[in-house]
């Protein structure tokens, strides 16, 4: 392939694009935060040596890569299932190059090289590059019409594969200064940008994500056309008469691509979850590099929509399987959760967004629940078995998701695994934010961190065994005194709230106040939007403590949502538990967990790579010898982490469990 060389202006626009309107609140990049926990390392490094390889193995072996090659060639029969298979590639493309920012690897780096090759010559010369059409235009793939963009609406994914290609190439050219994938995005990038626009072709993307690449264009080149396109994308949601804005069909109203409406004057999470939260997060892009109030204030309103009355438990949004869709408010039923991994990974862009729209904790409150359970449970702990979905319950004779009850290596449709790959190792970069001379401290996980604040050099070091315990030590080392604000996050389930919303909450109540010490002092802090803010000039080796209570809480629903009537699950600290049959005597369905019931806990190294199980005494509906008696008997009970069930075969799980027997499933076989 040719190599294009960037025009010097991209040289100069990146700081001249720093003096625009952006969002309030900066995260510090993944690179600046070296980890050294117990928890997400070794998840980053299995991702690393197992995840990033095996998708790409598989993306050679499932003919994805051998796509590009027959696009290049223009002969041939796409061999794949569907027209959004290159993305596969460009994701796990992204992820690797997120690892080589961290861990540079010449390997690894000379086989994306040799990838991008394949890609670019796959290109077309005006820059179309969409492999379903490309190696047989007379004839491609069905959701994708006879002409470029035609089934875009519907079917035929072209923006999104623009929108991934466009992610992947910013993480490749930042993570390696190369410009040759980058190159080829651009290109793309300016023919796409020729085609949509007020004065051109009119469409809103049916599947979401070009608006967030197209972003991340415009934050690298500085080229105004990308944030215009993506805010044009944006605004033409609401304006297509193709659709019966009466009907309850998401299909025929719209409401399934978000675009029964225009995004201004929609106030709830609707449709597909995994489009709704990309949208959701470019719309927050957008609203922070525009200033468009009315976009803020739609966002805004979505995110309530959702937190109050459409998310699980565990984190999980799109309850719906039939279109993998948010449901009505308060339908959030257990048998047939659909919570697809893609959605938790979308959760976490948009919350993130969220937090530097506002800097208030409870975006990070959500972020955390979705990272440490909806959307882990989405890989199996070896690295290569994944969930496609992510399901509520499985009760023997009652399996809604029969094929869900174990992990897959891959799937047909394989967005979900190599989503994971990218998201897992820019972890690091959640954990802190700046505003200003405020340094805000989002999670907490054993790293060190080394950026400038206020112009000063700054070392930050955590030491704690989150999520295991609750005691966070914090060394702060600035190059010289400096005064700055320490702001930490005092979660929400630390402070009596299950989640920012009544949708769900504890059924105790804790309202002791934590504490935060100085250099073993104990130190008066202010509350300010969830932070306990500490105030004073820094200097070498200055110490801050922080405990947060890691009791085992009883959470229970808003009796709106029907499922949850008369149950309860398990939490502690930002973990949710869930009973799994082989710690349970083979079955979970017949426990009942009195609201009485005392808890102890026990951290067990040698289970699921290391855990903290919760354990108790409970009753348990059984059968007597003669088969005609149902009784009550007390039984050990164990729960583990929700994020951590089906990787020991196949069996029954329940996340919510009954506080009194109410009736009996009668299973016959």
């Not at 565990?314 to 039939?322: L, R």
């Amino acid at each position: 392939m040719k190599k294009i060389v960037l025009p010097i202006t991209l040289l100069f626009s990146v700081s001249a694009f720093a003096q625009q309107k952006d969002y309030t609140y900066s995260a510090i990049p993944f690179t600046q935060v070296k980890l050294t926990d117990h928890f997400w390392l070794p998840r980053i490094e299995i991702n690393r040596f197992v995840t990033i390889p095996a998708s790409f193995a598989r993306c050679e072996s499932t003919g994805r890569v051998n796509n590009f090659v027959m696009a290049a060639q223009k002969k041939g029969k796409f061999c794949t299932t569907y027209p959004f298979d290159d993305t596969d590639i460009y994701k796990t493309i992204e992820g690797a190059s997120f690892s080589l920012a961290t861990h540079p690897d010449p390997k690894l780096e000379h086989y994306l090289d040799s990838l991008i090759t394949i890609i670019g010559n796959a290109q077309e010369a005006d820059g179309y590059l969409y492999t379903a059409r490309t190696i047989n235009p007379a004839s491609p793939h069905p959701w994708a019409g006879k002409e470029r963009w035609e089934r875009e609406r519907e079917l035929s994914h072209e923006l999104y594969n623009a929108g991934h290609l466009y992610e992947a190439a910013a993480a490749h050219y930042l993570a390696t200064k190369k410009t040759t994938l980058l190159n080829i995005a651009l290109k793309n990038a300016d023919l796409v940008c020729s085609v949509f626009g007020p004065d051109k072709k009119h469409v809103a993307p049916g599947h979401e994500i070009v608006e967030m690449g197209l972003v991340k264009l415009y934050r690298i080149t500085g080229k105004k056309e990308y944030l215009q396109t993506a805010k044009f994308f944006v605004e033409e949601r609401g304006h297509y008469n193709g659709y019966d804005k009466k009907s309850n069909d998401p299909w025929k109203s719209g409401s399934y691509w978000q675009d029964d409406k225009p995004v201004v004057d929609q106030d709830e999470a609707e449709g597909h979850a995994v489009r709704a939260g990309y949208l959701y997060s470019a719309v927050a892009d957008i609203a922070a590099l525009t200033g468009d109030d009315s976009l803020l204030q739609a966002v805004d309103k979505i995110w309530n929509n959702m937190v109050q009355k459409k998310m699980y438990v565990q984190g999980g949004v799109g309850a719906i399987g039939a279109g993998e869709r948010y449901g009505n408010n308060y339908e959030l039923p257990n048998a047939t959760a659909y919570n697809e991994t893609c959605a938790a990974v979308a959760g976490v862009y948009w919350n993130q967004r969220m937090f530097m729209l506002h800097g208030e904790s409870k975006y990070i409150d959500v972020l955390e629940k979705i990272l440490y359970n909806g959307l882990i449970s989405g890989i199996g702990l070896d690295g290569k078995s994944f969930f496609y979905t992510n399901a509520m319950q499985v009760k023997n004779g009652f399996m809604h998701h029969d094929l869900e009850a174990s992990r897959s290596g891959w799937f047909e449709c394989s967005c979900c695994p190599t989503n994971l790959t990218r998201l897992i190792p820019s972890i690091p970069g959640y954990v802190y934010a700046l505003k200003g001379n405020e340094l805000y401290v989002n999670l907490f996980i054993n790293s060190t961190a080394q950026f400038n604040i206020n112009n000063s050099y700054l070392q930050i070091e955590q030491d704690n065994n989150y999520p295991w315990d609750g005691h966070l030590r914090f060394t702060i080392n600035p190059q010289k005194k400096s005064e700055f604000s320490l702001k930490l996050r005092v979660p929400g389930w630390a402070n009596n709230e299950a989640i920012p919303s009544d949708l769900y909450r504890f059924s105790d109540s804790n309202n002791s106040r934590i504490s935060v010490l100085v250099n073993g002092q104990t130190v008066t802090y202010e509350m300010q939007k969830g932070y306990a803010v500490i105030n004073r000039t820094w200097k070498k080796n200055d110490v801050v403590e922080m405990d947060l209570p890691m009791d085992v809480r009883e959470v229970v629903a808003n009796e709106k949502v029907t499922d949850d009537i008369g149950k309860l699950a398990l939490q502690r600290g930002p973990i949710m538990y869930c009973a799994e049959w082989p710690d349970n005597n083979g079955k979970v369905s017949n426990i009942v967990v009195p609201a009485s019931t005392r808890f102890s806990v026990e951290y067990k190294p040698n289970l699921l790579n290391g855990i903290v199980a919760v354990t108790a005494s409970v009753p348990a509906i059984q059968i007597d010898d003669t088969g005609k008696e149902v009784v009550t008997k007390q039984q050990s009970f164990t729960a583990i982490p929700y994020y951590a069930w089906a990787n020991r075969g196949k069996g029954e799980m329940m996340i919510w469990l009954p506080q009194q027997i109410k009736n009996i499933d009668i299973i016959t076989k």
